[in-house]
């Protein structure tokens, strides 16, 4: 009897037991790493994971930061996503040698717990013009006095340094990572990702589910990629790719334009434009740059068809530098296609253009060599007496000829006219 009991007790204990002891395993926290500038790209990768970790009941995600900034609309859309937040999300500034500058300072101030990797760097967030040129004095005043306003509503709302929050915006400072945890910026120091989980293990966090206390201790970790498609785009968002790809574009259209029918380089131009195209939304573009660069293509042209001595094709290569150079107009480093990239560009896609188009306008007037019109202006040799009629060898045949003067046998004749089956010659003077 005593023995049965004791079984019986065992397998409740067993069938209670293997509950928990599942739950255990199935626990799991998400990585996703965040190398990049904060453009609409990283933004729709970001909340689209935060959003995939609460579906798939993750413990929490964490989101590894290394940005030099990006544009204020995608960073806010991130910002949405953490501030009500339907599991925990930590920010966590690493590698060693990494920063979160500009749009990166917000998106830390605003997730649930933020950490940093000691060697790295917070701060210089001091809202820029990106799309370049000269604001007004008030302008410039309202744009800096809404960012502040905004940092120092996250910082208050995650109980964070406003005081600091403010100067990062307003004085630009920029702190390193052992000091922004003494200043009570971020809310710990992890040399790597072991030590960050074990300092979460423990920590209550409010989502918009309520309180929840992390249970990090022995979790599977899932690390989340951003996709071969995504990855394709965050390239093209890259000012200096983007760049490329119009250059590509347009000698790609170009080109199927003067060689109707060649379809291979109308299509890789067509989707290299479109691309272009997606990037430049991305990206703040000076159009004034991109007339700049079609007033090139037409001065390339012209040079081609007007003796201009070199004048229009170095105009052309001076509208498309130009060009080029206004057309990412920005004191952003990030969002400025590179001299590097531009001056090559620049010198290879002209001489393309010169050399399609000179090779184009001297077959449009290229002297006709075969059928009738091929015949006229060749030069032959008179095989018997014209006088007016006779026999001449021209272009590897014999012809019948006829002249209005009188050509000797052996004398070299020119055709000067096609009448059917006969031609009509006259004396090559010697």
């Not at 995600?61 to 930590?90: C, F, H, N, Q, Y």
């Not at 979160?100 to 760097?121: D, E, F, K, R």
């Not at 996250?154 to 005081?163: I, M, Q």
């Not at 072991?194 to 979790?219: M, P, W, Y």
């Amino acid at each position: 009897m005593i023995k049965k009991i004791v079984t019986i007790l065992f397998i409740a204990a067993s069938v209670m037991i293997l509950p928990l002891s599942s739950h255990s395993q199935d626990r799991q926290i998400r990585i996703i790493k965040v190398q990049a500038t904060i453009n609409p790209t990283i933004a729709e990768f970001i909340t689209s994971s935060i959003k995939k970790a609460a579906s798939s009941g993750d413990e929490a995600i964490v989101i590894e930061l290394d940005t030099p900034g990006g544009l204020d609309t995608a960073m806010r859309d991130i910002i949405k996503e953490l501030l009500s937040p339907p599991l925990p999300v930590i920010v966590y500034v690493h590698p060693s040698g990494g920063r979160a500058a500009s749009a990166g300072v917000l998106i830390t101030m605003a997730a649930n717990i933020s950490a940093m990797t000691p060697g790295t760097n917070i701060g210089a967030a001091h809202p820029v013009n990106i799309g370049g040129g000269e604001i007004s004095k008030e302008m410039n005043e309202k744009i800096t006095n809404d960012a502040v306003a905004y940092i120092k509503g996250l910082a208050e709302k995650r109980g964070r340094n406003v005081e600091w929050a403010e100067k990062a915006v307003k004085e630009s400072a920029s702190i390193p990572a052992e000091e922004a945890f003494k200043l009570n910026v971020i809310d710990m120091l992890a040399k790597d990702l072991d030590d960050l989980l074990n300092q979460l293990d423990g920590r209550k966090v409010t989502t918009n589910k309520g309180e929840t206390t992390l249970s990090t201790k022995g979790v599977k970790v899932i690390r989340d990629d951003m996709g071969f498609g995504r990855k394709i785009l965050n390239v093209i968002s890259d000012p200096n790719v983007a760049y490329i790809l119009m250059m590509l574009g347009l000698l790609g259209i170009y080109f199927e334009l003067a060689n109707p029918g060649a379809l291979l380089p109308g299509v890789l131009g067509a989707i290299c434009l479109i691309l272009a195209f997606y990037a430049f939304q991305t990206i703040p573009v000076n159009y004034a740059g991109v007339f700049l660069i079609l007033l090139a293509i037409i001065l390339f042209v012209a040079e081609a068809m007007v003796t201009s001595y070199g004048i229009l094709a170095i105009g052309g290569i001076v509208a498309m530098f130009l060009g080029s150079i206004m057309l990412f107009d920005s004191p952003l480093p990030y969002l400025r296609a590179s001299l590097l990239v531009i001056i090559p560009t620049v010198l290879t896609t002209a001489g393309l253009f010169i050399l399609a188009i000179t090779f184009a306008v001297r077959a449009q007037f290229r002297k006709t060599e075969t059928g009738a019109e091929g015949m006229i202006g060749q030069i032959g040799e008179a095989r018997s007496r014209i006088s007016p009629t006779g026999k001449a060898f021209v272009a590897g045949e014999y012809w019948d000829a006829e002249s209005e003067e009188v050509i000797e046998e052996g004398e070299k004749v020119k055709v000067i006219a096609l009448k059917g089956l006969k031609i009509k010659v006259s004396k090559v003077a010697k």
